[in-house]
């Protein structure tokens, strides 16, 4: 049985199928895939996400797993070895705001006992729906980019962090044409 998905699916690309058929929009509550998609999202930017996607395994390898105490830890040489690896983005000012932004994380940890609990407040825990061809910001992404911001983080953009919320399931974006839109997994 085939489904319908999204415009945006690169039916030749079985991880980019798989992305959005088993977790795009899927409600994250887990702090550590919190984190990986909130420094993957930061890579995406100015790029495709398709692009992020097919180096998304090597990331987890040089970023020990997209462990937030580990990642904070990162020193110069450590940055360095990243900036020398071909199989990430190799933008130093995206790697270097990885380092800040898990900083940053922990902070907010702290702070509200975990990310989770932070970034599903702005919802009261709810997830909103709408297509995700109706915009590339709203006033939720706008509200959250600036606390972030606030906080030190760095490529967390009004734009970035729509997509983060898409990705993480407070936003269901999947669009009308989608078998998935509207349902809750």
Same mark, same amino acid.
């Given at each position: 049985?085939?489904?319908?998905?999204?415009?945006?699916? /690169?039916?030749?690309? =079985?991880?980019?199928?798989?992305? %959005?058929?088993?977790?795009?929009?899927? =409600?994250? %509550?887990?702090?550590?895939?919190?984190?990986?998609?909130?420094?993957?999202?930061?890579?995406?930017?100015?790029?495709?996400?398709? *692009?992020?996607?097919? !180096?998304?395994?090597?990331?987890?390898?040089?970023?020990?797993?997209?462990?937030?105490? !580990?990642?904070?830890?990162?020193?110069?040489?450590?940055?360095?070895?990243?900036? $020398?690896?071909?199989?990430?983005?190799?933008?130093?000012?995206?790697?270097?705001?990885?380092?800040?932004?898990?900083?940053?994380?922990? @902070?907010?940890?702290?702070?509200?006992?975990?990310?989770?609990?932070?970034?599903?407040?702005?919802?009261?825990?709810?997830?909103? *729906?709408?297509?995700?061809?109706?915009?590339?910001?709203? =006033?939720?992404? &706008? @509200?959250? $980019?600036? &606390?972030? !911001?606030?906080?030190?983080? !760095?490529?967390?953009?009004?734009?970035?962090?729509?997509?983060?919320?898409?990705?993480?399931?407070?936003? /269901?974006? %999947?669009?009308?044409? *989608?078998?998935? *839109?509207?349902? $809750?997994?």
């Amino acid at each position: 049985m085939s489904i319908c998905r999204c415009k945006w699916v /690169n039916m030749g690309n =079985p991880l980019y199928i798989q992305y %959005h058929d088993a977790e795009w929009g899927v =409600p994250q %509550h887990t702090d550590q895939m919190l984190f990986e998609l909130l420094i993957l999202e930061g890579f995406q930017a100015g790029l495709s996400w398709e *692009c992020v996607l097919n !180096k998304r395994e090597r990331f987890r390898t040089v970023y020990d797993g997209f462990d937030v105490e !580990k990642v904070s830890r990162y020193g110069e040489e450590k940055i360095a070895e990243l900036l $020398s690896d071909p199989g990430i983005i190799r933008n130093r000012l995206k790697v270097r705001a990885s380092v800040t932004n898990a900083k940053a994380f922990m @902070q907010i940890q702290e702070e509200y006992g975990s990310f989770d609990a932070y970034i599903w407040s702005f919802t009261d825990g709810k997830t909103v *729906c709408e297509s995700y061809d109706t915009r590339t910001t709203s =006033p939720l992404s &706008d @509200q959250i $980019s600036r &606390d972030l !911001k606030k906080r030190g983080m !760095k490529f967390v953009g009004s734009t970035v962090i729509y997509s983060y919320l898409q990705a993480v399931g407070i936003i /269901n974006g %999947h669009g009308l044409e *989608c078998d998935l *839109c509207g349902k $809750s997994r």
